[in-house]
């Protein structure tokens, strides 16, 4: 179904899990703009909580998340107190304004910590925020997740865990420094089933070094056969520029751009062979699914965590290197948990840099996210349209968009490329190609 053309993914873009980008963040936006944008939030609106557990008992050498090992109980649980005061920071400054459906918690992994103490967050942030019976979400390594862990997510109430597993392949595993044995992660989802949860992803990844497309398939076969309800089937990013401890991984044996996309091809081909829905370019799900549902209802959408079903407008943050979204503002907390520590221990709020989203910013960012969750947008809102019909001609003359007035559609076979042709309505993109992964 889908035709490889190399010059149309020749310059590497980014993700679009917001617009604009965290390329773009500066400065310009903390404390104050934050209280601001948590000010204007009223009474009604949709609210989801992000929970930033920052630790790992293993650090995995391709990972570019905020982490550190835990092998320090005084710094879990230095961390744990600080987080639970900037619960009460930030519920104090909504003052009971809007309504909490989510609460998510990622990492790092989150199962580094106590299962009691993932409780007591769980009670304090329902409490805080006043969330009645939100949708409790959970990032799991199913190395060393054990049946107190499973008793705590039942206890809970926790209905969608997302393990990462990246390959059944023991090689690969050994190359991108995480090894798990398959018995492990079976066992992690059959407790996870006997504890309640409906829903179970897994992330997987392509262009790993050494991957072949034999050992990318033998891993969604498993993954389908362990019984994953969602998977995420991501392209390794190698940038060891950025996160140095990619440099343990040998970059002369990772596959070329042709054989990345071809594996990309193969995932999409097995898991909608095997009933799976696509959704979006690198999620895929059961039909009953809730994230199934919301693609086939037009209800999809994009945020820091990927596609989602989630249709809050505002985001909030906690923890350090959180990042918090609102309509007018995306603002991410110190990356730095000293820094995290000292804002938060003197009553601040920890955001530490952002960028505010003008009236056209919020236009640019709808647009893109209709494009990759949707597949359509309309542009009419937005200035410059033939600046963008002109960027987008060689795509148009392969038939992978078309236009229909003001209104912007992809082609089945565009689905490869959705991110680059969504680079062309963001007018941040410059030169600095570098920052950013491979677009397939």
């Not at 879990?76 to 400054?93: G, H, K, M, Q, T």
């Not at 362990?226 to 990619?246: E, S």
């Not at 990927?306 to 249709?311: A, P, V």
Request: proline letters at 5%; one cysteine or more.
């Amino acid at each position: 179904m889908w035709t490889y053309h190399p010059e149309l993914l020749a310059t590497p873009v980014p993700r679009y899990t917001s617009y604009p980008t965290a390329a773009e963040f500066g400065e310009d936006a903390g404390p104050a703009e934050m209280s601001a944008a948590i000010d204007r939030v009223h009474g009604e609106a949709e609210l989801s909580l992000y929970l930033h557990i920052p630790f790992c008992r293993e650090i995995c050498w391709y990972c570019g998340c905020n982490t550190g090992a835990a092998n320090r109980s005084a710094r879990l649980d230095a961390y744990l107190a600080r987080l639970s005061e900037e619960i009460e920071l930030v519920a104090r400054r909504l003052g009971g304004r809007g309504r909490v459906g989510r609460i998510a918690f990622g990492g790092g992994s989150p199962n580094a910590i106590a299962p009691a103490a993932f409780l007591r967050l769980v009670a304090q942030a329902k409490a805080a925020f006043g969330a009645v019976d939100p949708v409790l979400s959970v990032e799991i390594d199913p190395r060393g997740f054990d049946s107190a862990w499973a008793a705590a997510l039942g206890e809970a109430a926790v209905s969608r865990v997302s393990l990462g597993v990246q390959s059944f392949d023991t090689a690969l595993q050994a190359a991108i420094g995480r090894v798990q044995p398959h018995e492990d992660i079976a066992a992690a989802v059959a407790l996870l089933r006997r504890a309640g949860v409906g829903s179970i992803n897994f992330d997987l990844m392509y262009g790993l070094p050494g991957q072949t497309d034999r050992m990318l398939l033998a891993s969604i076969d498993e993954s389908i056969a362990v019984g994953a309800d969602r998977l995420a089937v991501f392209g390794y990013a190698h940038v060891p520029h950025l996160i140095p401890r990619q440099r343990r991984i040998d970059a002369t044996a990772l596959p070329d751009a042709e054989a990345r996309f071809a594996q990309a091809a193969l995932a999409h081909d097995r898991l909608t062979a095997a009933g799976y829905a696509a959704v979006g370019f690198d999620h895929f799900a059961l039909p009953g699914d809730a994230i199934a549902i919301a693609a086939r209802e037009g209800r999809l959408r994009r945020n820091f965590q990927g596609f989602t079903e989630d249709e809050a407008e505002v985001l909030i943050g906690l923890g350090a290197s959180a990042i918090s979204q609102f309509p007018d503002l995306l603002v991410q907390n110190e990356k730095n948990a000293g820094r995290w520590h000292m804002a938060v221990s003197s009553g601040r709020l920890a955001a530490a840099r952002g960028v505010r989203r003008s009236t056209e910013d919020q236009w640019r960012a709808a647009a893109i996210e209709e494009l990759l969750c949707q597949g359509r947008a309309d542009l009419a809102g937005i200035p410059g349209r033939g600046a963008i019909a002109l960027q987008l001609a060689r795509f148009a003359a392969l038939k992978l968009v078309r236009w229909e007035g003001s209104v912007l559609l992809l082609a089945p076979a565009a689905l490869p490329y959705a991110r680059v042709i969504a680079s062309a309505l963001d007018r941040y993109r410059g030169t600095a190609a570098t920052r950013f992964s491979s677009a397939v």
